[in-house]
């Protein structure tokens, strides 16, 4: 009895710490007075969480002023360096600060409008990256790098949109220099499959593999291919845009101008769409709401998704011959609907004399990917350089 009731006491200390980190994370730095209404713990059971994990390194406090009284300000413990990743999609905008040791130190995602402006989106994510920065009790210089992870293919030579249309109204758009301008530090643009593919790699499911897939399942399909641990790109950066093969030659016509490709058949408008009739307006949120929740036909379309993606998935493993596959993006948070049907055509499609079955394994960071690994890949180019630039002076010497 004493046993169980150390360990009770034990799990709900821990889920009040992952309470409390998630907390500044999401709001910066706050009070503990504010932390305690944030999260709705007692002031004593803050106090003594951030006392303890202020002398494990994870928290700093500072005296500062609440309501004309003396109080403690409490924020997250950085590292040298910060690196923003920011993911621009069609309808939503994701930013994730991290410090060198990739310690996650605040994440935001904003919802955008139908065909958003580059002028008014880049905007806004500069306020808030500024916005966010000033939250964490950080300077601007601290800001080392920033990467953006484009929901749409980028060409890896001119770090632009590769092909009109997909992106609405950002063709010969210039992000690269637009964000340096306004920000002043590097900054790097480069498809969002590639970077949730980077982050899988270093801190995710993929973690010692060498050669995998990465799928991202969201309003449409695109795959991240790392081969000898590095991603592989293609001449101009379009390997993994497995939305765009296509897979009904008189099917309707694609944005990018095909015919019949996958994203035409597996779209968040194509899926929803076939649930208008028993199921009213939904988006690709609500649908996997239901899903989760158990609705049938929802898993059904869900699951004859899976089974479109894993035939085009299928051809791409017999090309490039992963260890693995990682699943990830908003279809993959229904588990195993989504998983079990894409595995099970996977192993039918693959040479049937294989001696490995491929494993199948959903993300680590499913939804917030594509940012993290935006933000990871910022500040280790960072030190990446540091760390060279050290070794050629101490060789000099």
Avoid at 69 to 82: H, N, S
Avoid at 202 to 217: D, E, I, P, S, W
Wanted: proline fraction near 4%; aromatic fraction near 4%; charged fraction near 20%.
């Amino acid at each position: 009895m004493a046993h169980r009731l150390f360990g009770s006491q034990t799990s709900l200390r821990e889920a009040n710490r992952v309470l409390l980190l998630d907390t500044i994370r999401r709001f910066g730095a706050m009070t503990q007075i504010e932390l305690a209404e944030n999260t709705g713990l007692s002031t004593a059971t803050v106090s003594n969480l951030v006392r303890q994990m202020s002398d494990q390194g994870l928290l700093e406090t500072s005296v500062t002023t609440h309501n004309g009284r003396r109080a403690t300000l409490v924020m997250l413990t950085r590292q040298k360096g910060i690196g923003a990743g920011l993911y621009i999609g069609r309808r939503d905008m994701r930013l994730e600060i991290i410090d060198s040791s990739h310690t996650i130190l605040s994440e935001h995602n904003l919802p955008l409008p139908n065909h958003h402006k580059p002028d008014t989106t880049i905007e806004r994510a500069v306020i808030l990256i500024g916005e966010t920065l000033t939250s964490i009790g950080a300077r601007a210089d601290e800001l080392v790098g920033l990467d953006i992870a484009l929901g749409a293919p980028v060409d890896c030579r001119t770090h632009q949109l590769a092909i009109p249309g997909i992106l609405k109204g950002w063709d010969n758009q210039d992000v690269k220099g637009a964000f340096a301008e306004a920000l002043n530090v590097p900054v790097n643009v480069d498809n969002d499959a590639n970077y949730a593919a980077l982050v899988e790699l270093r801190l995710g499911a993929a973690t010692g593999k060498r050669h995998f897939v990465y799928v991202q399942a969201n309003d449409g399909v695109g795959a991240g291919i790392v081969m000898n641990s590095e991603i592989w790109r293609g001449t101009t950066g379009l390997a993994g845009e497995i939305g765009h093969v296509q897979v009904d030659p008189l099917g309707d016509i694609c944005i990018c101008g095909n015919r019949g490709c996958l994203n035409t058949v597996v779209n968040e408008n194509r899926l929803v769409s076939l649930l208008s009739v028993t199921h009213g307006a939904m988006n690709m949120e609500s649908l996997v709401g239901s899903v989760n929740k158990g609705d049938p036909g929802c898993r059904r379309i869900v699951a004859d998704a899976a089974i479109r993606i894993g035939n085009v998935v299928a051809d791409l493993c017999n090309a490039v011959d992963p260890q693995v596959v990682i699943l990830g993006g908003m279809l993959s948070a229904t588990g195993s609907v989504f998983l079990d049907p894409l595995q099970e055509t996977l192993q039918r499609m693959l040479f049937p004399d294989a001696m490995v079955p491929m494993e199948v394994l959903p993300a680590r960071y499913p939804i917030t990917g594509s940012a993290l690994g935006a933000a990871m890949m910022a500040v280790d180019r960072v030190n990446e350089h540091i760390a060279v630039s050290t070794k050629s002076t101490e060789q000099s010497s």
